[in-house]
């Protein structure tokens, strides 16, 4: 799914396929860097066997935009927002394909129902989701290349956290309280008897 402009009829605007999220920051913008301005933004792990034309195609059409068609005329050094996941220190990124995508404006959060996520834990580093996105290239400082601005994310379904910390309700099962009595009496045993207080 793509967004057109009536005046070009090129994509603006991306539906991804389905990625696991990373450092997620769709509640709250976070500054990596305490001198930048802090943003919304999702680290977005395809799985290498997906199909992200969609996504390079947006990109290439903002490198035509701010350089032209004729590649040999580009800018040496650009940067593109595309990475070899197996190029870098973290597991969870062997086997993937890269990308960022930031905004200064909160994204929408959504469910597999397009019902708004309220709980910020409910969307968390882990987790499989699809964004739509934008591309737009940049010269600034020195730096260029093309970029991904984050417009929405839908949370599609869950998966192991990648903090490695369980929900309490994966850890514990209820408790059937006796008669309705809450708590317990000791017993045994104190194994700690006659040590300290």
């Known amino acids: ?11 603006t605007t991306v539906v991804t396929p389905e990625f696991r999220a990373s450092f997620p920051a769709v509640f709250a913008p976070r500054a990596i860097d305490p001198t930048q301005e802090a943003k919304y933004s999702i680290v977005m792990l395809f799985p290498k066997a997906t ?27 650009l940067r593109l927002p595309f990475r070899d996941g197996d190029t870098m220190d973290k597991e969870e990124t062997k086997g993937m394909v890269v990308c960022s995508a930031t905004s200064k404006q909160k994204p929408g959060v959504v469910d ?3 019902q708004p996520i309220l709980e910020p834990s409910e969307f968390y580093g882990g987790c499989w989701a699809r964004a739509t996105v934008t591309a737009f290239a940049y010269d600034k400082a020195g730096n260029k290349g093309v970029a991904l601005g984050l417009r929405n994310v839908q ?7 990648f903090s490695g910390r369980n929900k309490p309700e994966d850890d514990f ?9 809450e708590g317990g009496t000791a017993g045994g045993e104190d194994v700690l008897g006659g040590i300290g207080v």
Not at 155 to 161: A, G, M
Not at 173 to 181: E, L, S, V, W
């Open 1 to 11: 799914m793509t967004t057109t402009t009536k005046t070009d009829k090129k994509a």
């Open 112 to 114: 597999q129902k397009v």
């Open 51 to 77: 199909n992200i034309n969609a996504l390079k195609l947006l990109v290439k059409e903002a490198l035509i935009a701010k350089w032209g068609g004729d590649q040999t005329k580009y800018p040496k050094g």
């Open 173 to 181: 099962d209820a408790i059937p309280m006796p008669g309705g009595a």
């Open 155 to 161: 949370k599609v379904k869950d998966d192991t956290p």
